[in-house]
């Protein structure tokens, strides 16, 4: 056998894990989580509200919680060349499609001159450009099953300074797991040329797990393999510290009245002026959450099942069971 198959099988095995060893260390696998929790906890009627960017903007406008501005939406074809009196008066602005996943169809702009629009990376692009783009996502290009959809203009995120260097041409996010209303699990994603500037742990962000009692790193991670310093600006991932903490966990806690979904991801980002921003909701959050952390999400879900009277108990009373049960200084 030559020795490339013999390190291959190599990496194969320590990549991989037998069943039974994650069952012990409490991980919670796709059918499991599927079945016990977002079937259990989470009416389908209510999906549309979090499938459709747009719904989720109308209902998170409507609850009075921090979000980043809609400042326009387009959504016939012949609209697309309203488009410029849309974002005549904005420096800054996000195009993304109302029903796409996993970053696909966000065109971000950092501001404009005479040159053209201009991306992060320092590309410019021409009005024509966004006008096509937006004409993409009409036509369904970046949304599930490839339906007609709708694109949506929104303010530009003005992230914190705290994170300069954790993040690659684009902005962090932090994805919370929220049960009953219990933050349970958090992770901030970092965007990398790996993943070209998008906060997506699959196309090469680097996923941190973080500390549900103060927001510090616990571990980090890219392409599910333990990562200490940032792959593109050589960042200690461990020295990161999520500011105003309780606030961003307030956010994400109170989506559990907002949505009405028992078993939800909320991704939140923090800007310079506003603080913790509601981004999306996610009515089927992915499992690489436990992976960020180092831990399983299994233990953490049963011992909210296992409380009574949680209806009963305020924000700020779920916050305090998490932050004793669940920290690491717990």
Not at 40 to 69: F, W
Not at 77 to 98: M, R, S
Not at 274 to 297: C, T, W
Request: hydrophobic share 40%; aromatic share 6%.
């Amino acid at each position: 056998m030559s020795l490339n198959v013999l390190n291959w099988l190599k990496d194969v095995k320590s990549r991989y894990v037998h069943p039974n060893k994650l069952a012990k260390i409490g991980v919670l696998g796709m059918n499991e989580r599927n079945i016990a929790y977002i079937s259990r906890y989470n009416p389908r009627r209510l999906y549309p509200l979090v499938d459709d960017k747009l719904q989720t903007k109308e209902i998170v406008l409507e609850a009075g919680v921090n979000a980043p501005d809609l400042i326009g939406t387009i959504t016939e074809q012949h609209q697309v060349d309203d488009l410029l009196e849309i974002i005549k008066n904005t420096a800054g602005f996000c195009i993304k499609p109302a029903h796409g996943s996993g970053g696909k169809g966000i065109l971000v702009v950092t501001g404009s001159d005479d040159f053209g629009y201009h991306k992060a990376n320092g590309q410019i692009l021409k009005l024509a450009d966004l006008q096509r783009h937006v004409s993409n996502i009409l036509a369904g290009l970046f949304s599930l099953g490839g339906r007609t959809d709708v694109a949506i203009v929104e303010a530009l995120i003005q992230f914190d300074d705290c994170f300069n260097g954790y993040t690659f041409e684009g902005v962090p996010d932090t994805r919370v797991i929220v049960f009953k209303g219990f933050p349970v699990m958090a992770m901030m994603r970092l965007s990398t040329a790996d993943s070209n500037g998008k906060a997506n742990l699959h196309q090469g962000a680097v996923g941190v797990g973080l500390d549900i009692g103060n927001g510090s790193a616990v571990r980090a991670v890219q392409f599910d393999r333990p990562v200490m310093l940032h792959p593109d600006t050589g960042r200690n991932l461990l020295d990161l510290q999520v500011p105003h903490w309780d606030q961003l966990l307030h956010l994400s806690a109170s989506c559990y009245e907002m949505s009405g979904l028992g078993y939800l991801g909320t991704d939140i980002v923090l800007d310079r002026t506003k603080g913790p921003m509601l981004l999306e909701l996610n009515a089927r959050p992915g499992l690489s959450i436990q992976v960020a952390n180092g831990s399983g999400l299994l233990p953490r879900l049963k011992k909210v099942e296992a409380l009574t009277n949680t209806k009963k108990m305020t924000i700020e009373q779920r916050i305090a069971f998490s932050k004793e049960h669940f920290s690491r200084r717990s």
